[in-house]
Each structure stands twice: as structure tokens, then as C-alpha cells.
């Protein structure tokens, strides 16, 4: 590898690679000190010296001045009297420094200083992809499905790539290569094999991320999201409420004409979104919650374990635990509260007995 070859081998990794040139620099230093003691086969200490204006590249070899009963390594090593010789200036503790650079590090200086260049090269990418991706973690970005294997989908997020597992797609939604998909980090986190980067579309999380990115009234402070209960594919209920007393939460997340709510659903493939009206009420938040239900009489019978009784009427007592009972499900993790739903008949009924 001569001036020219490093500089532009240098000068690729820094423009293109955009990795720090300072690692680079530390990198290749080290290599081409471990290529000189592989190719003579000394255990000494190697300076490398690096211009990366000119791609100049010299080697010196470092020997310490010790007492003659502290000689441990005569690759790095001088005794006084050895030292003298060269010099009657030296002394105890002094370094000498002699250039050895080589005019040709030869091919096994040169195979070692590749590979551990490489390897520097690739942990320097990998903390880069880290320090892009370590502060994405429950956030949602657009990819590109890149490839698929029997269990899992590879996105391309740019600098990196996320696995989306087949079992975290939304329920009957299908995906096909090269299109953009959006996509919750669900974890980032370092291994040895580099960065790994775990995605979602059924986690509550992108939701609740959809909803921040689609109504702006969220960032500015106007709304807040109180909570979010998720069955993928079936139903989500999204509790928000307002700050301001003339701005309508639920109105300001359907939007003008339910655009707003209309482009998180086709996000969601078709998932039904029901947009409840918190209250710190707990009686009134957990009759909202049970929305499409009306007319709902509801109680807190035990505020320690959190338990509410809903009396609800024939024609909304359906309504209120939902198909495969998804309502009173949702409605029970989005408010914290183990409901139970009856009629006043059943009620009746279990007095008498």
C-alpha cells in the first residue's frame, strides 16, 4: 500500500463511510504496527505516525531505558549500558525512538493491517448505527421491506435494517417486498453481531405513536392521551382529553372531514379506533370506555382492587362486552378497573337468592 493507495483508501472511509476520521486513523496506526511485528516477528513498541494530507505513513520503534535487572523484553528494551553505547546522554527512563519504517511492509504486514482495519471500520459503523438508532426506541419510522425469510420480515431503515417478525403484523394484513411499510421499534440494543433492531404493527405503542404524528394538537400541548388498549386487528381505544375548554379532543383527532382518523385507520389495515373522552371520574371514564354501550349505571364496588359494576339494559348489555367480549376487555385494560357488566334482572335475580 504506498502514499497514494492510503490517502485515497483514507480519504473513501471518511467521505463515504462517513466514519470519524480520528478512528480511522487510530485504526489503521494500530494495524500497520501489528502488520511491522507480524512481518519480524518482535514483540516491540510501535509508534505509527500518519500524515493524512500526503498518506505519509512511517514506523518507529520505541525502546525504554531500564536497569540491567529489570530487562523483561529486549524488543523494547535497553539497559543503561546498552543505551550509553548508542548515546552517553541517555538515561534511566528515557525512550528512544529509531524510524523502521520498511520500504515494503510485505503481504503479510499488509493482510493483518487490512483485517484489523476492517474490523475497526465495522465496529466503527456499528456504534454509528447505535447512536442513530439507540434514542428510536418506541418511536415509528418508514422502511422498506428488503427481505423475508419463513418467520420474519427485514426492513431497511436506512443506515440499518429492523426485523419484523410475521407474528407482530397486524392480524390478515399482508405485506409485499420493496414497498414502504411503517413500523414501532419495540427494542434497540447492542450485540456481538452488531445492532439489533426489533419492530412492530400490533404493539399499543403504534397507535399511540400514530395518533402524536397525525394530530399536532398532541405536541403542542392542547391534548393529551390518557391511554391506549389495543386488540391488533380487531379494535384499539385511544382515552384523550383536552386543556383548553374549547377545543374538542375527540373532534380534533377525527379532523376535518375524519381525515385525521381516516389515515390512522388505513395505517392500522381497517382496524376499528374508538376515541374515548377521559374523566377523573372513574364512574364516567369507564361508561365512556364502554362506548358504542349507552344508558350505562356504573359503580365502584371496591376503589383497593379496583372493581367496577356496570348496569347496563337488554339492548345495550351486548354492546357493552363486544364480540368474544373485545369491549369490556379494552374498556377494562384502558381504565385500569376489572368491570363487570350485568343487567338489572340479573341483579334482581341474585338479591332474591
Same mark, same amino acid.
Given at each position: 500500500?504506498?502514499?497514494?493507495?492510503?490517502?485515497?483508501?483514507?480519504?473513501?472511509?471518511?467521505?463515504?463511510?462517513?466514519?470519524?476520521?480520528?478512528?480511522?486513523?487510530?485504526?489503521?496506526?494500530?494495524?500497520?504496527?501489528?502488520?511491522?511485528?507480524?512481518?519480524?516477528?518482535?514483540?516491540?513498541?510501535?509508534?505509527?505516525?500518519?500524515?493524512?494530507?500526503?498518506?505519509?505513513?512511517?514506523?518507529?520503534?520505541?525502546?525504554?531505558?531500564?536497569?540491567?535487572?529489570?530487562?523483561?523484553?529486549?524488543?523494547?528494551?535497553?539497559?543503561?549500558?546498552?543505551?550509553?553505547?548508542?548515546?552517553?546522554?541517555?538515561?534511566?527512563?528515557?525512550?528512544?525512538?529509531?524510524?523502521?519504517?520498511?520500504?515494503?511492509?510485505?503481504?503479510?504486514?499488509?493482510?493483518?493491517?487490512?483485517?484489523?482495519?476492517?474490523?475497526?471500520?465495522?465496529?466503527?459503523?456499528?456504534?454509528?448505527?447505535?447512536?442513530?438508532?439507540?434514542?428510536?426506541?418506541?418511536?415509528?419510522?418508514?422502511?422498506?421491506?428488503?427481505?423475508?425469510?419463513?418467520?420474519?420480515?427485514?426492513?431497511?431503515?436506512?443506515? /440499518?435494517?429492523? =426485523?419484523? !417478525?410475521?407474528?407482530? @403484523?397486524?392480524?390478515?394484513? +399482508?405485506?409485499?417486498?420493496?414497498?414502504?411499510?411503517? #413500523?414501532?421499534?419495540?427494542?434497540?440494543?447492542?450485540?456481538?453481531?452488531?445492532?439489533?433492531?426489533?419492530?412492530?404493527?400490533?404493539?399499543?405503542?403504534?397507535?399511540?405513536?400514530?395518533?402524536?404524528?397525525?394530530?399536532?394538537?398532541?405536541?403542542?400541548?392542547?391534548?393529551?392521551?390518557?391511554?391506549?388498549?389495543?386488540?391488533?386487528?380487531?379494535?384499539?381505544?385511544?382515552?384523550?382529553?383536552?386543556?383548553?375548554?374549547?377545543?374538542?379532543?375527540?373532534?380534533?383527532?377525527?379532523?376535518?372531514?375524519?381525515?385525521?382518523?381516516?389515515?390512522?385507520?388505513?395505517?392500522?389495515?381497517?382496524?376499528?379506533?374508538?376515541?374515548?373522552?377521559?374523566?377523573?371520574?372513574?364512574?364516567?371514564?369507564? /361508561?365512556?370506555? =364502554?362506548? !358504542?354501550?349507552?344508558? @350505562?349505571?356504573?359503580?365502584? +364496588?371496591?376503589?383497593?382492587?379496583?372493581?367496577?359494576? #356496570?348496569?347496563?339494559?337488554?339492548?345495550?348489555?351486548?354492546?357493552?362486552?363486544?364480540?368474544?367480549?373485545?369491549?369490556?376487555?379494552?374498556?377494562?385494560?384502558?381504565?385500569?378497573?376489572?368491570?363487570?357488566?350485568?343487567?338489572?334482572?340479573?341483579?334482581?335475580?341474585?338479591?332474591?337468592?
Amino acid at each position: 500500500m504506498n502514499n497514494e493507495e492510503f490517502k485515497h483508501a483514507f480519504d473513501y472511509l471518511v467521505n463515504e463511510k462517513e466514519i470519524d476520521p480520528e478512528v480511522i486513523k487510530e485504526a489503521m496506526s494500530n494495524a500497520f504496527a501489528a502488520g511491522y511485528k507480524k512481518n519480524t516477528g518482535e514483540d516491540a513498541d510501535i509508534r505509527c505516525e500518519i500524515n493524512t494530507d500526503n498518506g505519509m505513513i512511517r514506523l518507529y520503534k520505541r525502546m525504554t531505558v531500564v536497569n540491567e535487572d529489570e530487562l523483561e523484553n529486549t524488543d523494547a528494551q535497553y539497559t543503561v549500558e546498552e543505551a550509553k553505547d548508542i548515546n552517553p546522554d541517555y538515561k534511566l527512563g528515557d525512550v528512544i525512538e529509531t524510524e523502521v519504517t520498511p520500504d515494503d511492509f510485505g503481504r503479510v504486514a499488509i493482510s493483518v493491517a487490512k483485517q484489523v482495519v476492517l474490523q475497526k471500520i465495522r465496529e466503527a459503523e456499528r456504534n454509528q448505527v447505535m447512536d442513530e438508532f439507540r434514542d428510536k426506541q418506541d418511536e415509528i419510522m418508514v422502511g422498506f421491506l428488503a427481505m423475508e425469510d419463513a418467520k420474519n420480515y427485514y426492513v431497511d431503515l436506512g443506515k /440499518a435494517r429492523g =426485523l419484523l !417478525p410475521k407474528n407482530e @403484523l397486524i392480524p390478515g394484513e +399482508t405485506l409485499k417486498m420493496g414497498e414502504s411499510v411503517k #413500523v414501532y421499534i419495540t427494542k434497540v440494543e447492542e450485540t456481538t453481531k452488531g445492532p439489533s433492531i426489533r419492530l412492530s404493527r400490533k404493539h399499543y405503542g403504534f397507535v399511540k405513536r400514530l395518533f402524536e404524528s397525525e394530530v399536532p394538537e398532541f405536541a403542542e400541548g392542547i391534548l393529551v392521551m390518557h391511554g391506549v388498549a389495543r386488540e391488533a386487528g380487531v379494535r384499539s381505544k385511544v382515552a384523550v382529553s383536552s386543556f383548553v375548554t374549547n377545543v374538542d379532543a375527540i373532534g380534533s383527532c377525527i379532523g376535518e372531514k375524519g381525515r385525521r382518523i381516516a389515515n390512522i385507520i388505513a395505517a392500522l389495515n381497517g382496524e376499528k379506533v374508538d376515541l374515548v373522552l377521559y374523566d377523573e371520574n372513574p364512574e364516567v371514564y369507564i /361508561a365512556n370506555a =364502554l362506548s !358504542p354501550a349507552k344508558n @350505562l349505571s356504573v359503580s365502584i +364496588t371496591d376503589e383497593k382492587n379496583k372493581e367496577a359494576l #356496570v348496569i347496563a339494559d337488554d339492548e345495550n348489555l351486548s354492546l357493552a362486552i363486544g364480540k368474544k367480549g373485545i369491549n369490556i376487555k379494552l374498556a377494562s385494560k384502558l381504565t385500569k378497573y376489572n368491570i363487570k357488566v350485568k343487567t338489572l334482572k340479573e341483579i334482581n335475580e341474585q338479591i332474591n337468592e
